[in-house]
């Protein structure tokens, strides 16, 4: 563990009062949000897009990331996309609509807990495990199902704690297809975060995330401000609001750059 990684968090602190106080409240405040504050774009040519935008209207901490997951996703032109984390479904939702428009595609999601209700696509396939643990045999898991090899988008929104997400990036990285997508959720949080509408929300202090893509990448990263880089192979793009999303894309011909500069 390095001298930047030592202090982080190992569990999620449980709620106090006072953030339970603030989850109480802030339904009443988003409802004075609404009436005083414009929302941006609130409808679309397209049924899926609509139905996305209609989706982001409940205030979430990943609300205002879901256009911007969806955008991301279909530009991968995925042929296999792999969520870890489903909860309530909404990256899902999102995923769920990539998947449908990329051709049918199949979306394989993994959670701890029960999540079979979260999405009816048929070609959904939702298992129940430890994300790690199903990296582990997922070579095998896909071949049994006659399931493309190689993960073209890959979205990571699980415990959010250092050693976790260090393992699933060892693990589900050499999974991943030549010009794959990675999507990291919770890569800026802190006790209290913000939306695009100036409305916030409770969180909790951990940049689990964040440094564990540094340990990946080798490079300290500016989580507080949206970025944008290339480092090595990938291409990064950084979103710091609403808890902070990171967009990683692979793009094979970088490294080929970095070496020819080396060279
Ligand atoms: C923040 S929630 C996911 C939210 C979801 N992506 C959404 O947009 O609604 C985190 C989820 O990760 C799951 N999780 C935590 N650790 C995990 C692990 N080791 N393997 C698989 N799932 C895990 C939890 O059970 C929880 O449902």
């Given at each position: 563990m390095d001298r930047r990684s030592?202090?982080?968090?190992?569990q999620m602190p449980p709620p106090s009062w006072k953030w339970r106080l603030t989850e109480q409240m802030l339904p009443y405040l988003d409802k004075v949000f609404d009436w005083v504050c414009r929302r941006g774009?609130?409808?679309?040519?397209h049924p899926e897009v609509a139905a996305i935008l209609r989706r982001t209207r409940?205030?979430?901490?990943?609300s205002d990331h879901l256009l911007t997951l969806f955008t991301e996703g279909l530009a991968a032109r995925p042929r296999l996309i792999v969520e870890l984390g489903v909860r309530g479904g909404e990256s899902t939702y999102v995923l769920e609509r990539v998947a449908r428009l990329s051709g049918g595609v199949p979306l394989v999601s993994v959670d701890l807990e029960d999540c079979t209700g979260a999405c009816r696509y048929p070609n959904w396939f939702f298992v129940k495990s430890d994300d790690v643990a199903l990296a582990q045999t997922f070579p095998e898991w896909c071949r049994e199902r006659q399931l493309p090899a190689a993960v073209d988008l890959l979205f990571i929104d699980t415990s959010h704690l250092y050693d976790h997400t260090l393992q699933e990036i060892k693990h589900w990285f050499p999974l991943l297809s030549p010009s794959a997508k990675v999507v990291f959720h919770d890569t800026n949080l802190r006790r209290i975060y913000w939306r695009k509408d100036g409305s916030f929300g409770p969180a909790w202090t951990n940049r689990g995330v964040t440094a564990a893509i540094e340990a990946c990448l080798g490079v300290s990263l500016p989580e507080r401000t949206d970025y944008v880089d290339l480092i090595g192979e990938w291409m990064i793009r950084h979103n710091a609001l609403s808890n902070g999303l990171t967009v990683l894309t692979r793009i094979p011909t970088l490294n080929a750059d970095a070496e020819a500069g080396a060279n």
């Open positions: 030592a202090d982080l968090p190992s774009q609130s409808s679309a040519h409940p205030r979430t901490d990943i």
